[in-house]
T-cell receptor, first 114, second 114 residues
Framework: AQSVTQPDIHITVSEGASLELRCNYSYGATPYLFWYVQSPGQGLQLLLKYFSGDTLVQGIKGFEAEFKRSQSSFNLRKPSVHWSDAAEYFCAVVPSSNTGKLIFGQGTTLQVKP | NAGVTQTPKFQVLKTGQSMTLQCAQDMNHEYMSWYRQDPGMGLRLIHYSVGAGITDQGEVPNGYNVSRSTTEDFPLRLLSAAPSQTSVYFC?????????????FGPGTRLTVL
């Protein structure tokens, strides 16, 4: 079945440590790919997106993501996590430009230890 | 620009009651959508619209109605609320052209059905 999968429901990292959040998709063609962040009680904010070109994309707040076609993955990374990064992170895809519907993964909750 | 606004922020309903969740945007975006967010399930698309007078179903449309009489407004109606509709509801919008464009999200409405 076509889907977006975030294998890690909950991740805890220490402040200053590196972070990688995983995202895999199962669509035939390369979709448009997005990462959103949701702070507690807030709406969603776009961190970064990929639709063509350089497979390493830079986003806001020091985040980056790498698109790997062979692995159908779009993992989010940050070299050094800050306490303010504690939030829920969603990977999302637009599988088809024809409909433009945005499909979300289940989300990964990030906890940051002092 | 106010962006995407949603009212109310919180709502408690009794089973069988009806209500309308309001969504408005001032960015002249043709594409608007409604999602519901439930723990462990990410955001799921309820309905979407590609312009005034045009709506279509998403992944989980049952129990919800929408209409789009203007570009700015996209209300979501619950005709007979059920406890299974307890959720956080998000409205989003983007320009129609370019499915790779960012969707802008409202702050959400937290709905409880007793």
């Amino acid at each position: 079945a076509q889907s977006v999968t975030q294998p890690d429901i909950h991740i805890t990292v220490s402040e200053g440590a590196s972070l990688e959040l995983r995202c895999n998709y199962s669509y035939g063609a390369t979709p448009y790919l997005f990462w959103y962040v949701q702070s507690p009680g807030q709406g969603l904010q776009l961190l970064l997106k990929y639709f063509s070109g350089d497979t390493l994309v830079q986003g806001i707040k020091g985040f980056e993501a790498e698109f790997k076609r062979s692995q159908s993955s779009f993992n989010l990374r940050k070299p050094s996590v800050h306490w303010s990064d504690a939030a829920e992170y969603f990977c999302a895809v637009v599988p088809s430009s024809n409909t433009g519907k945005l499909i979300f993964g289940q989300g990964t909750t990030l906890q940051v230890k002092p | 620009n106010a962006g995407v606004t949603q009212t109310p922020k919180f709502q408690v309903l009794k089973t069988g009651q009806s209500m309308t969740l309001q969504c408005a945007q001032d960015m002249n975006h043709e594409y608007m959508s409604w999602y519901r967010q439930d723990p462990g399930m990410g955001l799921r698309l309820i309905h979407y619209s590609v312009g005034a007078g045009i709506t279509d179903q998403g992944e989980v449309p049952n129990g919800y109605n929408v209409s789009r009489s203007t570009t700015e407004d996209f209300p979501l109606r619950l005709l007979s609320a059920a406890p299974s509709q307890t959720s956080v509801y998000f409205c989003a919008s983007r320009p129609l052209q370019g499915s790779y464009n960012e969707q802008f999200f409202g702050p959400g409405t937290r709905l409880t059905v007793l």
